[in-house]
């Protein structure tokens, strides 16, 4: 395997643990609550958003982005 290779399949590996994640509370509720699965997806993004930017100038809130 080549080095693209192992970091395309890192990525690919870390997108499907991702949208297994963000499908739990669907599963879990189903669609009785949008809001709750709204706000479940936007705690995940948020997360890996600080992870990402933790040692920049930029902080992450909710809502919107702003400059």
Known sequence: MT???DVI?????SDD???KKK???RDL???SHWQ???IYKEALLKEILE???SGT???VGSGFIIN
């Open 3 to 5: 080095k693209n290779s």
């Open 36 to 38: 709750s699965d709204g």
């Open 57 to 59: 100038k930029y902080h």
């Open 17 to 19: 643990a991702l949208f």
């Open 29 to 31: 509720i189903s669609d």
């Open 51 to 53: 992870d990402k930017l």
């Open 9 to 13: 399949k890192f990525y690919v590996d």
């Open 23 to 25: 499908e739990l509370v």
